[in-house]
């Protein structure tokens, strides 16, 4: 099966700007989780979608949204760029199922905001 | 407050050398610890997973160990190479499906 994957990969974008990220997660997985990485903050949620619907949120300004298809690809939006919301955006899925219900990262898209 | 650190925050060692990464949380109700290896620009890769009831847990060069009465984790890599070289993220997944993710041991490996 084919991972993760994540487009585009590199992102530079100015302030103001609004940016769009795509995830396409691993057949027949219907859970996607986003996550902001930082190098102080480390890793931290955005939110979770599962067939459609988001189902987690974390602590972040309503700039964050996300949307899952039907096909259980995801994109996250980002409106008003600020300059710290330059960061590796990650892309996880899982397939809700199993004992760990372990999730599969993407590489990442890395944005830049100037 | 829900919260998982990590330590050392860095770490140099030579090749074939062996090291451990520590970790210590304080997450309830526990559901499972987790270990992902991270290679600069890419993403998270898992190592281990480890439940309430599991003490170690190997994979290949890299053994978990987890004490869940005192909170504590470590993560044992022996022989280490070159291409360990990355960053070693501990995550405590609570409630079932939320995770709390530590901010990493960055470990370089030189020859």
């Known amino acids: 099966k084919a991972g993760v994957t994540q487009t585009p990969r590199y992102l530079i974008k100015t302030r103001g700007q609004q940016v769009t990220l795509s995830c396409s997660p691993i057949s027949g997985h219907r859970s996607v989780s986003w996550y902001q990485q930082t190098p102080g903050q480390g890793l931290q949620f955005l939110f979770e979608?599962?067939?459609?619907?988001?189902?987690n949120k974390g602590n972040f300004p309503g700039r964050f949204s996300g949307r899952q298809f039907s096909n259980s690809r995801s994109e996250m939006n980002v409106s008003t760029l600020e300059l710290g919301d330059s960061a590796l955006y990650l892309c996880?899925?899982?397939?809700?199922?199993?004992?760990?219900?372990?999730?599969?990262f993407g590489p990442g898209t890395r944005l830049t905001v100037l | 407050k829900n919260q998982v650190e990590q330590s050392p925050q860095s770490l140099i060692i030579l090749e074939g050398k062996n090291c451990t990464l520590q970790?210590?949380?304080?997450?309830?109700?526990?559901?499972?610890l987790r270990w992902y290896k991270q290679d600069t620009g890419r993403g998270p890769v898992s190592l281990t997973i480890m439940t309430f009831s599991e003490n170690t847990k190997s994979n290949g060069r890299y053994t978990a160990t987890l004490d869940a009465d005192t909170k504590q984790s470590s993560l044992h890599i022996t022989a280490s190479q070159l291409s360990d070289s990355a960053s070693y993220i501990c995550?405590?997944?609570?409630?079932?499906?939320?995770?709390?993710f530590g901010t990493g041991t960055r470990l370089q490996v030189f020859p």
């Open positions: 979608y599962f067939s459609e619907t988001q189902r």
């Open positions: 996880a899925s899982s397939d809700q199922t199993g004992r760990y219900n372990e999730q599969f």
């Open positions: 970790c210590n949380y304080t997450v309830s109700p526990f559901s499972n």
């Open positions: 995550v405590v997944v609570y409630n079932t499906d939320k995770l709390i």
